[in-house]
Antibody, heavy 120, light 107 residues
Framework: QVQLQQSGAELVKPGSSVKISCKAS????????MHWIKQQPGNGLEWIGW????????KYNQKFNGKATLTADKSSSTAYMQLSSLTSEDSAVYFC?????????????WGQGASVTVSS | DIQMTQSPSSLPASLGERVTISCRAS??????LNWYQQKPDGTIKPLIY???NLQSGVPSRFSGSGSGTDYSLTISSLEPEDFAMYYC?????????FGGGTNLELK
């Protein structure tokens, strides 16, 4: 079955960077767009961007330009998101989610979320 | 960006009750509207895509409707496992945006 396994919780210092991983299994990793979504405590969901692992194409929410960088490693079927110049506003749970192939536009499988806490 | 407004933000309801959650877009989104459920443990799963299509494995008590800027999710008879957060999401244009969420809670 389709699974997206995300890396564990991170406690990082302001001004630093963090890289979150999302390991995919149960499907052809290179054929599906992978999206990333942010959820701050008590808040709703915010779309960050997507990557197509097949060729590395990316698209970002302009709000996250310069903040998030999406990459993918085909050999390990793993997608990554790096967040840079971290501030308290980046403290959140970050989800990876696969976009459907025949049902484009909907994210049909989600990771369990990775918590990032920015604190000195 | 397209703004998505969900109502109500909180919905107390009883087992067996029929409930409806609304979602309004700031501009027309041509039925490109999806619904998700988030459980208290944080797990998110898709329920409905393209306004009214049930995702595989989702019980038939869930249904969606709407057009233009106004959409809704209906649960015909609440089961214990339905008490959760619900979000709408538009994929008509980038950046994709979500509604603020509806907390469906046991009355």
């Amino acid at each position: 079955q389709v699974q997206l396994q995300q890396s564990g919780a991170e406690l990082v210092k302001p001004g630093s960077s963090v890289k979150i991983s999302c390991k995919a299994s149960g499907y052809t990793f290179t054929s599906y767009d992978m999206h990333w979504i942010k959820q701050q405590p008590g808040n709703g969901l915010e779309w960050i961007g997507w990557i197509y692992p097949g060729n590395g194409d990316t698209k970002y929410n302009q709000k996250f330009n310069g903040k998030a960088t999406l990459t993918a490693d085909k050999s390990s079927s793993t997608a990554y998101m790096q967040l840079s110049s971290l501030t308290s506003e980046d403290s959140a749970v970050y989800f990876c989610a696969r976009e459907g192939l025949t049902t484009t536009g909907v994210m049909d499988a989600w990771g369990q979320g990775a918590s990032v806490t920015v604190s000195s | 960006d397209i703004q998505m407004t969900q109502s109500p933000s909180s919905l107390p309801a009883s087992l067996g009750e029929r409930v409806t959650i609304s979602c309004r877009a700031s501009q027309g989104i041509s039925n490109n509207l999806n619904w998700y459920q988030q459980k208290p443990d944080g797990t998110i799963k898709p329920l409905i895509y393209y306004t009214s299509n049930l995702q595989s494995g989702v019980p038939s008590r869930f249904s969606g409707s709407g057009s233009g800027t106004d959409y809704s999710l209906t649960i015909s008879s609440l089961e214990p496992e339905d008490f959760a957060m619900y979000y709408c999401q538009q994929d008509a244009s980038f950046p994709w945006t979500f509604g603020g969420g509806t907390n469906l809670e046991l009355k």
